[in-house]
């Protein structure tokens, strides 16, 4: 595991990453989800795709990368894109699970790789509804933290920035973004999955042209048990 600062703006983020297969001429650059952290796609892919240097990435704010500041996924593609940078990678094949899908995409990889990836607005439960709208008059009302009583538990041991940061995670529509990525994408993901839905991921199959989309019998994190398929159906297309 290593370190690297980098500053964009005025803003400086500890970057946690790890690489693998160091001597490799071409780049895997994995992307974990939001809650996630690097050591949970290390585990998973690690032993594929061996002609590849590997690098797992926290993402500011996440596993041991740090973040003090309210970010979007357009600002996260920017800290991502200029750790790149300094690091000399080039953006080959970039895997993204869940929020760190969103990301991938934005960066523009040679082949993208989406697992169960976020980025389509969904239509929300009636409970959710009620919660967000109560919670918009109380904070106009000045009564911020009573809405915190309307935060589930995960949500509620983030720091103030991440649940603003949260929050844009949740309302951003990649849409566009998927229609206009030209290149290669390999698309994977959980016929079960109920935090991304399966329309979403043929929305996103029928949005990206050049695109395959393979489902797989699982949840939000089908890939664990399916790893070992999912890296050979790459090695099949890749090489």
Known sequence: MALKRISLNGEDF????????????????ILHGWGANKELMRNSFRSGLKDYRHIYIDLPGFGKSSNDYVLDVYKYKKIINTFLYEINSSKDVIMGHSYGGKVATLLNPSILVLLSTAGIIEEKKLRTKVKIRLSKVLNIFGLKKITKLFRSKDVNTMSENMYETFKNAISEDLSEDFKNFNNKAFIFWGEKDS???????KKIASLIKNSEFTSYDGDHFFFLKYNNEIMKRLENGIL
């Open 195 to 201: 935090a991304t839905s399966l329309s979403s991921g």
């Open 14 to 29: 500890d970057i946690s990453y790890e690489i693998i297969n160091k001597e490799s001429k071409k780049d895997l650059i």
